[in-house]
Structures are given as structure tokens and as C-alpha cells.
């Protein structure tokens, strides 16, 4: 089986790329001139895992990887969804981790996701360009491991590159041979001691968040009939999916797109709801759990429909507040994500989104809640340029109360964001 799959090795591809540059006026409408890019090239991909030095004291070196953006990962109007990137985002962060956390002698382990901290995209990506994503670690605890990635975008025609996003990810280490078993850490070596400290403070800072935020997060969202315009529950949508193979961590293999593995790691295809193999080899893991980077990706597609209903204009990503995972979902579980509109300001839009699994095959567990982040889009002109947004109409008192929670987010951010644009005296 192949490492990578690069699309400019079809022509089917090459037409779909040609017509993605003439789209955002990359090219004049002629067939491209791809200088050094032949029919076999795989220069869009590169397999994650691409080491350029030891970040820190950890083993390993940053982990880079490349993936060209295709038609089927980004909206009608040509923007690369937000889901996308965080999936990008995550497997990045689960490869060095993993790697990391089995890099001594001692019971082998991969790295589940924790939590998500902010992440802004700082600006948005199109079918054409390439995605250059880095991770590297920048702090270690007893037991997580905190990974900071960025993402780059890379116009392949005139070589320009910005950065699209930026994000801190935290992982803990799953034993392979109980996964109710988290692992210690092999420690890093700071070359500063206040590398630590600042670590040591937002691992303090992320652990109060999520235990506040696993107490507020009970309530469940339920439809409305003949909801009125601009109403929380007029753009409500959930989302139902049944957790299979391919959306699963096994053994310690890590499923990216099913499309292309670009990782470089050969994922089992087969297996039933009950999460056992009747092939795997000796000693394998039999219990499966979804790969967090694909509930992300559905998490911000609903995100993505209750923003659409609510403005009926192109939308894209603007931000994701801390994502938390709550509890691990099995193989078999059919998984609800729901979102809601919780505020809106003059041209933004925050939606909260609930992740609940339902283990149909298991009697002994009941619905559980899996994950909950905020999600803020903005609505954009055919010129990419940002409009106002409908206000939101809060009816009840539990979404008027949301309301102006969501609006303190929103003020406390835009504050932050201020602070940090003055100049320094």
C-alpha cells in the first residue's frame, strides 16, 4: 500500500486543481506549467513525522507534514473547512506525542487527545494550496504531554506562505494493555527554567477549566417545532454518527483521511460494533476508540449548518475555544453532536457544540457526554470580505443566561486581543 497519495498523479486531479486556481485567480484560465512537478511527483505530501531536530530535551525533533487542499475539503465557495485543519491539526500532535511517550523502555502506549486550547485561524486556506503542518513539544506533567502546532499555507504557483493557525493540544498516554491505565511521561530537558514554569502554569490553568467545564456541560439540546427566524432554535442542528473501524485509533495505528495514509501507518479495515478482530495480531489492542480528530471535524461541520441557518451567507471558521474531551468513545457507539447559537456580536457568531455517545452494544453504560467546545464563525461577502450578522433572539431564560456568558467570552477575547496589539513601552 502506498505512504501517500497525491492528486496531481490523476489527471482527474489536475483537472479539479486547475479549476480551483482559475476560481481564486491563481492562474489565467490556462492549462498550469507545474515546474519540477511531474505526473509522479508526490511533492504535495510528505509523511508526518519529518524530524529537523530535538525540540527541547524530548527525543524527537519537530514533526512537519504537507497535504495539498482538494475540492472535497472546503465549502462551495472554495474555502478549506475549519474541520479539516483540526483534523490535520490533531493527528500531527497524536504522532509526536505517542512517539514521545514510548521513547524509553516500559510499557508501551499511544497518546489519546485531552483537550484543544483556543484556536484562532488567522486566515483562511483554498483548494490549491498546500498545508504545512508542524508540532512540536513544549511541556510534559506526570501524565500529558503538551503539543504546539502551527499550520502554514503555501501558494505552490507563486511560492507565498502564511501562517493559517495556530494551536496548543494536550494528550495523556493510554496503556495498550488496559486503556483505563494512563501512563507516566518521560520528562524533557527545558533549556530555560522558565519554560517550565510557564508550562507548569497553563497545565494548572487547562486542568481548572476542564473540571469546571465537565459540571456546566448536563444539559442536552432538544428540537423546537416552527421555530421563528433568528432564534436559538431556529438554527439548531445536530449531527448522528456511527462510530466504525475507520474513524478509530487500533493497536496503536492512527487513521487519518480515508482517502490517502498519509502517515505512513497501516490501519486495520475490518472489524465488528462489539470493537474485537478476529485477524489481529498477538497481543493486539481490542479495545478501538474513536480518533478525537474526527469528532472534531463533525463538530465543526454542525457548527458550520447552525451558522449557515442562521445568516444563509458563506460562513467559515473564525475560532474554536477549548474543545474537552470528556470520556473516550468506543467502536459501536453512535455518537449526537449538537450545536446551538449562544451569541452573537455585530459580525460574529458563537455556537456551542455537544458531543454525546450512546453505546448502543453495551447495556451496562448509559448515555454519556463525550466532548463541548464553542465554535465562532464569521459571515463573508463573495469577496471575502466579513458582513454583519442577524442578532441573535434569546427567548428562555437558560438562553438568555448563555447569551451573556457568551458575551463575556467575546469581551474578554477582543480585550486580550487589544492588549496584545498595543505596542510594548
Not at 224 to 241: A, K, M
Not at 294 to 322: P, Q, Y
Not at 356 to 372: K, L, M, W
Amino acid at each position: 500500500m502506498p505512504r501517500t497519495r497525491d492528486i496531481l498523479a490523476f489527471p482527474s486531479g489536475v483537472k479539479l486543481l486547475a479549476w480551483a486556481l482559475r476560481l481564486h485567480g491563481l492562474t489565467d484560465g490556462r492549462a498550469p506549467v507545474w515546474k519540477g512537478l511531474g505526473p509522479r511527483s508526490s511533492a504535495g505530501l510528505r509523511p508526518l513525522g519529518w524530524a529537523s531536530g530535538p525540540a527541547f530535551g524530548s527525543k524527537f525533533g519537530p514533526s512537519v507534514s504537507g497535504r495539498i487542499m482538494r475540492p472535497d475539503d472546503a465549502n462551495v465557495a472554495g474555502n478549506v473547512h475549519g474541520g479539516t485543519i483540526l483534523k490535520m491539526i490533531e493527528e500531527a500532535g497524536v504522532i509526536i506525542s505517542t512517539r514521545h511517550c514510548n521513547s524509553q523502555n516500559g510499557e508501551r502506549c499511544v497518546a489519546v487527545l485531552a483537550r484543544v486550547e483556543r484556536t484562532d485561524f488567522l486566515s483562511p486556506m483554498c483548494i490549491g494550496e498546500v498545508a504545512h503542518v508542524s508540532a512540536e513539544i513544549t511541556y510534559t506533567s506526570k501524565h500529558s504531554v503538551e503539543v504546539q502546532v502551527n499550520v502554514m499555507s503555501e501558494n505552490i504557483l507563486t511560492g507565498t506562505k502564511k501562517l493559517t493557525n495556530k494551536a496548543t493540544l494536550w494528550y495523556v498516554p493510554l496503556s495498550l494493555k488496559n486503556v483505563d491505565k494512563v501512563l507516566e511521561v518521560p520528562p524533557v530537558v527545558y533549556s530555560r527554567q522558565e519554560q517550565e514554569e510557564e508550562g507548569r502554569r497553563r497545565y494548572e490553568a487547562q486542568k481548572l477549566d476542564r473540571m469546571q467545564t465537565k459540571w456546566r456541560n448536563g444539559d442536552i439540546i432538544q428540537p423546537v417545532l416552527n421555530p421563528e427566524p433568528n432564534t436559538v432554535s431556529y438554527s439548531q442542528s445536530s449531527l448522528i454518527h456511527l462510530v466504525g473501524p475507520s474513524d478509530c485509533t487500533l493497536h496503536g495505528f492512527v487513521h487519518g483521511d480515508s482517502s490517502s495514509n498519509s502517515t505512513g501507518l497501516e490501519v486495520p479495515s475490518s472489524g465488528n460494533t462489539a470493537g474485537t478482530q478476529e485477524d489481529l495480531a498477538p497481543g493486539s489492542w481490542k479495545d478501538t476508540f474513536s480518533f478525537n480528530s474526527v469528532t472534531m471535524k463533525l463538530m465543526d461541520e454542525v457548527a458550520g449548518i447552525v451558522a449557515a441557518r442562521h445568516c444563509k451567507t458563506n460562513i467559515v471558521t473564525a475560532s474554536v475555544d477549548a474543545i474537552n474531551f470528556h470520556d473516550k468513545i468506543r467502536k459501536g457507539c453512535v455518537i449526537t453532536i449538537s450545536g446551538r447559537m449562544t451569541f452573537t456580536s455585530n459580525k460574529s457568531m458563537e455556537i456551542e457544540v455537544l458531543v454525546d455517545a450512546d453505546p448502543v452494544v453495551d447495556n451496562s453504560q448509559e448515555r454519556y457526554r463525550a466532548a463541548s467546545a464553542f465554535f465562532t464563525y464569521v459571515s463573508l461577502s463573495q469577496d471575502g470580505r466579513s458582513l454583519p450578522v442577524p442578532q441573535l433572539v434569546p427567548e428562555t431564560e437558560d438562553e438568555k443566561k448563555r447569551f451573556e456568558e457568551g458575551k463575556g467570552r467575546y469581551l474578554q477575547m477582543k480585550a486580550k486581543r487589544q492588549g496584545q496589539a498595543e505596542p510594548q513601552p
